[in-house]
């Protein structure tokens, strides 16, 4: 029976191929949703477009599907939800929590933080694009499945920071947290990198009077010399690939081996059956740099 209270999401940004780094994402977010019956959805994070490769979006939705992971739901691209995120920033701004601000990144300290210079200007968001979110000095607590307790003081971690960039894009932080709340996520998973991320994503929530999902953050993919996978940096494409090759690759990177010799429906029939968040390593390398998973 489908479980309706369970519903998770892999959320790509289109910047290049599926590499093996957002493999591991999104099955481990697949399969956190399959082994407990819910709803897993695909999200395409298409709101930087300086960063965009033109036809990656269709190309990682091809990949999935090749790989034998399909969404349950239309694919939400962020594309179309301006009005969401400039409502969402506008509100904060109403209620004194955000504020326009005209500073470039030439003011922040050697830290990253933000001076809050623009603080009390009350500049008018209608004529200065950039909104900043006030950051609280108290400390944001949150368990996550794989990475245990972790705690974060936003004024002494990073400040200040964008909701609305300079050029009227809505920034990471900020689309993440509407479109989670949008489509009803109750765990994220994704990977390390992004569990930073999280406190500020927490702090908007509890301003916006949305939900707080569980948080799942998987190791990162990286080579043996410790260098993240990178789809820019054109390491790793899995296009070539045997889609039971990849599978049981990344299955093995999360602390999961199949067995061998198994097709592809077997493979997820094993994986879905066998998954356990408790095996999934909070670090993990690759034996050697991976160019191209072999076929």
Known sequence: MPNPDYTGRFAPSPTGELHFGSLVAAMGSYLQARSRQGTWLIRIED?????????????????????????????????????????ACLALVEKGLAYACRCSRKVLRT?????????????????????????????????????????????RAVGDFVIRRADGMPA????????????EITEVVRGADLLD???RQIALQRALGLPTPGYCHLPLAVAADGSKLSKRAGTDPIGNARPETAISMALDFLGHTPPEGLNLDAIWFWAISHWDSDRIPRRRRLPAPVDVLPG
């Open 197 to 199: 991320s999280t406190p």
């Open 111 to 155: 830290d990253g933080t933000y001076p809050g210079h623009c603080r009390k200007l009350a500049l008018d968001p209608a004529e200065v694009p950039q909104i900043r979110f006030r950051a609280s000095d108290e400390s944001i607590d949150f368990e996550d499945t794989v990475m245990g307790m972790n705690s974060q003081n936003l004024a």
């Open 47 to 87: 709101i930087d477009p300086p960063r965009e490769v033109p036809g990656s979006a269709k190309i990682i939705l091809s990949e999935l599907g090749r790989l034998g992971m399909r969404a349950d739901r239309p694919v939400l691209y962020q594309s179309t939800r301006m009005d969401a995120y400039n409502g």
């Open 172 to 183: 990471y932080q900020l689309a993440v947290v509407v479109d989670d709340a949008h489509q």
